[in-house]
């Protein structure tokens, strides 16, 4: 009997090219596929194992003519991403510009240049622990730590993070799990929004399911001749 001995997955970056000993497409499909392991060793060089495509079991998302790569669900969701990350950044950075003060102080005109040094190295060395203080002479009128005025673009990055959030939430149609936050929604729409969601993971299992069926029917006829009736992997409805 012709077994399948084990199901491994192999990770996506480590494809080459499709195609093995030279060969790129027999009967409609692809030959197989070389991957590219680097060696772990400084300087040691890369494998390359070819496997046939006997040897595989291909899902692809969305896969478009030859391109057996497919295109990933997340694709379209990378420019969201990227500018959420990028709007985390600089909100992180407006933080800072008006979260930290600047020290500052005012010295009489008449104050030696030994002292204005000593208030200046002050200035620059503030730090704050449990033992940091300062002692100022009274040829220093005033001492402050001033801060920016207004709060910057805080508000408008926010605005800008929550809708590129939200873009992401749709786009894998999972708006239900963000109707907690601004105005809500009622328990009908998150019922209706959840059933497209659900809907969504019944095609991705169905489709699963129907290129493992077509192995299992390579498999039977390997083994056995005449079959009419194949036995088949199901899901039930999620």
Do not use: C
Not at 55 to 65: D, Q
Not at 149 to 178: C, E, P, R, W
């Amino acid at each position: 009997m012709i077994e399948w001995k084990e199901l491994a997955s192999r990770v996506q970056r480590a494809h080459y090219i499709w195609g093995v000993n030279g060969e790129e497409w027999i009967n409609g499909h692809p030959a197989g596929i070389t991957q590219v392991i680097n060696s772990n060793d400084e300087g040691g060089e890369a494998n390359y194992p070819e496997i046939p495509w006997g040897k595989l079991i291909l899902f692809s998302n969305e896969r478009e003519g030859n391109n057996y790569e497919g295109v990933s669900i997340l694709r379209p969701g990378y420019k969201h991403y990227f500018y959420k990350d990028l709007g985390y950044r600089i909100q992180s950075v407006s933080s800072e510009r008006y979260g930290v003060g600047v020290p500052v102080a005012t010295v009489k005109n008449s104050m030696s240049t030994l002292n204005r040094t000593k208030v200046e190295e002050f200035l620059k060395n503030i730090r704050s622990n449990e033992k940091s203080f300062g002692l100022l002479t009274d040829e220093v009128t005033k001492f402050e730590i001033m801060t920016p005025t207004g709060s910057g673009v805080g508000s408008d990055i926010q605005s800008m993070i929550d809708h590129h959030d939200k873009k992401l939430y749709d786009l894998i149609l999972a708006g239900f799990l963000n109707l907690s936050s601004g105005d809500g929604g009622s328990n009908a729409l998150s019922k209706d929004q959840s059933s497209f969601f659900l809907r969504g993971l019944q095609s991705v299992a169905d489709y699963i399911v129907s290129v493992m069926n077509e192995q299992i029917k390579e498999l039977v006829d390997m083994n056995y001749s005449g079959v009419v009736d194949y036995p088949t992997l199901f899901v039930s409805e999620i």
